[in-house]
């Protein structure tokens, strides 16, 4: 790649998914609008008609899960147009939501719903990187607006400049780093069950800010100990072992622990 | 003749649109969704009640508030729990906050560049660039009502069985009061540029249908009523409304016992609750000049411009009232957990929101049913397509393809929401 003046082409695109990961974008308001003055949006369909004419973009971006043979479709063909990848949210980045049906009983969960089967597609659950190589992630169920101005700002500059190896990265530390400049009360020690200490910061605190337990969405740090975790919760009985699997369901953890657990 | 479009832009969720066209006859006109299934309720029959409205919100981004509301009431219907007086209108003014956010991202983003003849809102926003910030600002008024309230404006949380984790400080009830009376008259001026917008003129009778309670524009809870006479409890909503499956389809539509598809939404409530309305939102209405009964969905535009004054009307009686009331009374009270069944509906942005559920005595969730807006007024979009086509025949495919999108996005469908 070469260096480059001219404003990166990019596009948004969803998958699967409740889209609240794009709203978070539009809901920046007039931030959005003068991010947009940096690029040029090649297609991003919440805002506009015209048509795609799949020209190569410097940097592609999808949210949602890959549930039906479209979507696989559109994603492979994100990635092959688009020098850089980025993923927005949980359920791209780690099943999000609609995984929570991998874990359930005989796979039955679709007979909950529908009474005819025929002609729906219903794969298991599988994050966006089992399809197409990822270059960048920002986690969380939804995104974090601010986070979002600042590593994209970064990842434009290293998509001008042409080195890919200068993409960013999202330092290794939990949500209680955050949460304490905040000023906010430790919510363990009310023998609240918050996953804060083994998961990765950046949200802002915003669930322990409003006395919600964190359960995860931006998945585990590298260097989370999910075993001291487990059993403080068990200890100090806040948590059994089979709640605390239920919620590492909620935003599919529950895969990634088993991961570490077998290695 | 065949009338396809593969994708329409601007809607919340993925859906084409294919009519079929026999000399001069409109066969079928129906809309395709793309989206792939989450099987939200099938996810949580098994669960801890807990994790209901936490997952349910989840079903979509832009009312996900209105999806934790209803489900917690469902859950405290199911197991008895009450709450107080400050829970109740802490929770009626995040339904407003959230149906002015809603409204205006649809209003002004979504719906507003078809009747300008502009393909995309990046070129809107720099013709408009006065009326862009008046709508950004009314936008972030219902914005910072989820965010101060709520905690967060996608997926809010504070809100839980009971009552709330945690309380706004008065300051920031004082602070939302201020922005409330700067915003009202942002709100009228927007309104005024709305009013100038030339709609197209097409009306077909059917039902509208929407939650009423006495003396209130009712949106966070009554009984169900039609202008055909309905009038039922919530807990009926289950009889009168059928949803069916039909092969094939990953949306359940809904039937109602009167066989005829009906409306809900905006243009249903101001239809059936006009005389309801607040001072400054019924002049507005009434400089409209529009006849009830309305007929016209595109006039569902302006009747969500209608309802964003009412919102900013009633969020600030409702802020004037809590910050006279002792907040903290709405942090969250003990309560029993108890095994029962409960159903709740509050007015969604886009229409009546049903939850049904079936908890068991240990607080594990049974069974549940979510009857969303969109599922509700699928076929009642089909219906007015067909009997709207006609008049487009003769105009070029690109016309009459400008034209069907705009008649689809003036309904506000969320796709997301109709599949869950």
Known sequence: ?????????????????????????????????????????VDFRLLE???????????????????????????????????????????????????VKNYQEG????????????????????????????????????????????????????????????????????????????GNRCLLLDKKPCFGPMILGGCNAVCPTSRMVCQGCRGLRPKGNVEAMKQMFRKQEMMTDQEFEDTTEIYGLRDNISELESK | ????????????????????????????????????????????????????????????????????????????????????????????LLEWGQIIHSHALHLFFLSLADFLDIENDLNLVKKYPEETKKAIKVREYGMAIVKIVGGRVVHPLTNETGG??????????QKLISQSEEVLPVALELGEFFKKIKLPDFSRESEYVCLNKEGEYAIYDGDVISNKGLHIPVKKFEQ????????????????????????????????????????????YFESLGYKLPDYNPFHNILYQMVEVVQAVEESLKLLKILANSHLENALTRNYEIKGG????????????????????????????????????????????????????????DKEKEKKLRAFIRAYDPCISCAVH
Do not use: W
């Open chain 1, 49 to 99: 008609d015209e048509e795609d004419k799949g020209d190569p973009l410097d940097i592609g971006i999808v949210e949602g899960n890959p549930v039906t043979e479209d979507n696989v479709k559109t994603l492979k063909s994100l990635r092959d147009r688009s020098k850089v990848l980025i993923v927005l949210g949980n359920c791209a980045a780690m099943g999000g939501i609609p995984e």
């Open chain 2, 341 to 396: 069944e409960g159903v709740a509906a509050v007015e969604a942005p886009r229409g009546t929101l049903y939850y049904y559920v079936d908890i068991d005595d240990k607080g594990y969730i049974k069974n549940l049913n979510i009857i969303t807006p969109t599922a509700q007024f699928l076929s009642h979009l089909e219906d007015d397509i067909a009997a709207y086509l006609p008049r487009i025949f003769d105009l070029s």
């Open chain 1, 107 to 182: 796979k039955g969960t679709i007979k909950h719903v529908y009474k005819y089967l025929q002609g729906i597609t219903n794969p298991e659950i599988k994050e966006v990187d089992n399809f197409v190589e990822v270059d960048f992630t920002f986690p969380g169920c939804p995104i974090t607006g601010e986070e979002f101005l600042y590593y994209f700002e970064r990842i434009i500059e290293t998509v001008k400049k042409g080195n890919l190896s200068g993409l960013p990265e999202i330092p290794d530390q939990p949500v209680c780093i955050q949460c304490r400049k905040l």
């Open chain 2, 1 to 92: 003749m065949n009338i396809r479009i593969n994708h329409i832009n601007k809607m919340e969720g993925h859906a084409g649109f294919m009519a079929s066209v026999i000399k001069g006859d409109v066969k079928s006109a129906k809309l395709e969704v793309h989206e792939g299934i989450r099987l939200i309720e099938g996810i949580l029959i098994g669960r801890y009640y807990k994790d209901m409205p936490i997952i349910a919100q989840r079903i979509c981004g832009i009312c996900p508030v209105v999806h934790n509301l209803t489900s917690i009431k469902a859950v405290e219907n199911a197991m008895g729990v009450k709450v107080t007086n400050e829970t109740v209108n802490l929770r009626k």
């Open chain 1, 1 to 41: 790649m070469k260096e480059t003046k001219t404003n990166p082409k990019i596009a948004i695109v969803s998958l699967t998914s409740c889209e609240g990961c794009q709203f978070v974008l539009l809901d920046l308001g007039e931030k959005f609008l003068s991010l947009m003055d940096q690029v040029e949006m």
């Open chain 2, 240 to 283: 009168n409304f059928q949803e069916l499956q039909r092969p094939q389809e990953i949306i359940k539509r809904v039937k109602s016992d009167s066989e005829s598809s009906y409306m809900i939404g905006a243009i249903a409530r101001i239809n059936n609750q006009s005389r309801k309305l607040d001072t400054v939102a019924e002049k």
């Open chain 2, 164 to 173: 709330f984790k945690k309380v706004p400080k008065l300051e920031d009830i």
